[in-house]
C-alpha cells in the first residue's frame, strides 16, 4: 500500500505541473476509486465525490495552456475552454449541496439533536469547545447548515450575492474543518468556488499575461453529440442514486439501506454494541472467538453499527472456518440508538447471518424494525449481552 500511494501521489504531482497530465489523471483516479473500494473503515462520502470529480477531470482539457505538456507541445496550447468544463462542476456540486441540505429535513435535526450529540465530544476544542455546549449553537449550526447547503450554489451563481457567498464559504468550511475535521472537502469545495465567477475577474487576478478570450462556447460542435449523452446519462444517475432510499421499507437512519453515495453527510449519530456468536453446525456447540483478533480498532467501530458490515463480517468468520474444515453459523446479537435516542435491536438474533444473502436494491428482512416497543426490558429478560 506504502507503494500503491507513491504510485498515486507520482500521479497527482504530474496532474498538479500538467506533464503527462491525461496519463496522470487517468492512473490517479483508477488508484482512488480503488483505495475508495476496497475499505469501508473511513467511508466519507467525500471520498466518493473525489471519484466523481477525478473522472471529470479525466475529459478536461486542463493541461493545455499553463503546463508543461503545453511547453513541450506548443500545438496543444489554447486560451479558452469551452463552458461545459466548469458547468459539469456547478452542477455536480449543486447536486451534491442540494442533497445534503434535503436530507437534513428530518425532525432530529430541526431540534438540534444531531447537533448537541455531534458536540458533546467536541468539549475541548481549544477556544470554542465550551460555546458548542450551548443549545442556541446546536439550532445555529443546525439551520445555518441546512440554509447553506441549499442556497450557497444559487448565491455563488448571482452576481449580487457572490462575494457574500464566497466569504460564507470561507467561514462555514473553516468552521467545519476545524471542528469536525473531517479532511480535503472543506479546501476542495473552496477551490472549486473558482468556477462560480466570471472569467474577466479570474484573468485580471490570476492570468494577467494571458491574452482575454471573450467568447463562451458552451460545447465545441465537433464532439457536442457524444458528450452530451455521456454527461446527460451521468446526472441522471447523480440525481437518482441519492432518492434510492425512499424504496426501501423503514427509516434509512435505522437500515443505512441506500445510505451511501447519497450526500447523506453527518445526519446522525450511532453508538451501539454487537457480539457475534458462533456456533459448529454439526454439534450445535459455541465456538468462542475474540472479535479484535480478526478486526482493528477502526473496524470494530464500524462494524458496532453499520448493517452490512455487520452482515460482510459475519460472511467472513463463516469463510475462514470453513477454510479450516468446519461448517458454522454465525448469529448476531446487535442493540445501537441513533442520535442518543432509545437503544433498540438492529438485527433479528435468530437468523443465522452466514448463510444470508446481500440483496443490494431489496431491503434485509433480517433487519429488525426501527419501531419497537418495550425493547430495554426484552434486552434484560433476554440477557443479550451476555
Known sequence: MYFYYGVMGL????????????????????????????????????????????????????????????????????ISMPRWCALIFIFQMFIVYTYGAIAKIYPDWLDATVAEVLMKGKKNLFLVGEILQQKWTHYTIAYVGILFDALIIPLLLWKPTRKFAFFASIFFHLFNSYVFQIGI?????????????????????????????????????????????????YFIVQIGLPLRHWFFKDDVLWTEEGHRLSWRMMLRAKSGHTTFRVIDAETNVQIPIQIEDYLSKKQLRTVSTKPDVIWQFAQRLKKMFAEKGQDVKVYVNSSIRVNGGELRQLIDPEVDLGSVKWHPFKHSEWLRPSKQENFSKEIKDNNYFD
Not at 60 to 76: F, G, T, W
Not at 205 to 233: G, N, Q
Open 185 to 233: 472537502f472543506p479546501y476542495l469545495s473552496l477551490a472549486l468556488v473558482l468556477f462560480f465567477f466570471p472569467t474577466k475577474t479570474i484573468h485580471r487576478i490570476f492570468l494577467k499575461r494571458k491574452p482575454y478570450y471573450d467568447e463562451e462556447e458552451v460545447i465545441v460542435p465537433s464532439y457536442h453529440k457524444p458528450f452530451v449523452a455521456v454527461f446527460i446519462i
Open 11 to 78: 500521479c497527482g504531482l504530474l496532474v498538479m505541473v500538467g506533464y503527462k497530465y491525461r496519463w496522470g489523471i487517468i492512473v490517479f483516479t483508477i488508484l482512488w476509486t480503488g483505495t475508495y473500494l476496497m475499505q469501508k473503515s473511513s467511508y466519507n462520502n467525500h471520498y466518493y465525490l473525489l471519484v466523481l470529480l477525478s473522472t471529470m477531470m479525466v475529459f478536461q482539457p486542463a493541461h493545455k495552456y499553463l503546463s508543461v505538456d503545453a511547453r513541450l507541445h506548443p500545438e496543444i496550447k489554447m
